[in-house]
T-cell receptor
Framework: TQLLEQSPQFLSIQEGENLTVYCNSSSVFSSLQWYRQEPGEGPVLLVTVVTGGEVKKLKRLTFQFGDARKDSSLHITAAQPGDTGLYLCAGHWGGGSEKLVFGKGTKLTVNP | DTGVSQNPRHKITKRGQNVTFRCDPISEHNRLYWYRQTLGQGPEFLTYFQNEAQLEKSRLLSDRFSAERPKGSFSTLEIQRTEQGDSAMYLC???????????FGPGTRLTVT
């Protein structure tokens, strides 16, 4: 069974603080996606990482893929209330399967 | 906006009734996926289509669940004899063949009373 562990599960911070959330597995991914989900809505794709060691930036968000392609992190600089949401990582293992396997998510609250 | 659309957005039904949900993918995408998400969990894969062919099904997709994509465009997911445990958000996603990215619709929230 392929599992993705996300940590922390909950995070409540003040506006302007920095934060990092983590996504870990014992399996190697062929790709990993990060999504953000608001209550009652579907996940919105933020980024895809494919190459070990890859770093991608999206404004104040920095995504890193581990060298061994088993883990990833999302770092947010100077968090804003608009960053509040559920952050989900999802792995694609390939091997003939096209499904994404999701972690349980990190619920982020940024207080003004 | 030509994103993934799902209908209805909300459905309340009584236990034992049948329900059907519809998903319209992004028009250029020939892969379509169904996922289910319960409270406090990430989405779980149910099934996927490439064009009209259903190529992969999860063990979660019991005999009461059936999905179709008859013309390779929109898809329907039917749940027969609903149970309270079927209460969840049902999500549809689509992608280009060979692409890693899957784009999700807004979901259908099912409540079984």
């Amino acid at each position: 069974t392929q599992l993705l562990e996300q940590s922390p599960q909950f995070l409540s911070i003040q506006e302007g603080e920095n934060l990092t959330v983590y996504c870990n597995s014992s399996s190697v991914f062929s790709s990993l996606q990060w999504y953000r989900q608001e209550p009652g809505e579907g996940p919105v794709l933020l980024v895809t990482v494919v190459t070990g060691g890859e770093v991608k930036k999206l404004k104040r968000l920095t995504f890193q893929f581990g060298d061994a392609r088993k883990d990833s992190s999302l770092h947010i600089t100077a968090a804003q209330p608009g960053d509040t949401g559920l952050y989900l990582c999802a792995g694609h293992w390939g091997g003939g399967s096209e499904k994404l396997v999701f972690g349980k998510g990190t619920k982020l609250t940024v207080n003004p | 906006d030509t994103g993934v659309s799902q209908n209805p957005r909300h459905k309340i039904t009584k236990r034992g009734q049948n329900v059907t949900f519809r998903c319209d993918p992004i028009s250029e995408h020939n892969r379509l996926y169904w996922y289910r998400q319960t409270l406090g969990q990430g989405p779980e894969f149910l099934t996927y289509f490439q064009n009209e062919a259903q190529l992969e099904k999860s063990r979660l997709l019991s005999d009461r669940f059936s999905a179709e994509r008859p013309k390779g465009s929109f898809s329907t997911l039917e749940i027969q004899r609903t149970e309270q445990g079927d209460s969840a958000m049902y999500l549809c996603a689509s992608s280009f063949p060979g692409a890693y990215e899957q784009y999700f619709g807004p979901g259908t929230r099912l409540t079984v009373t």
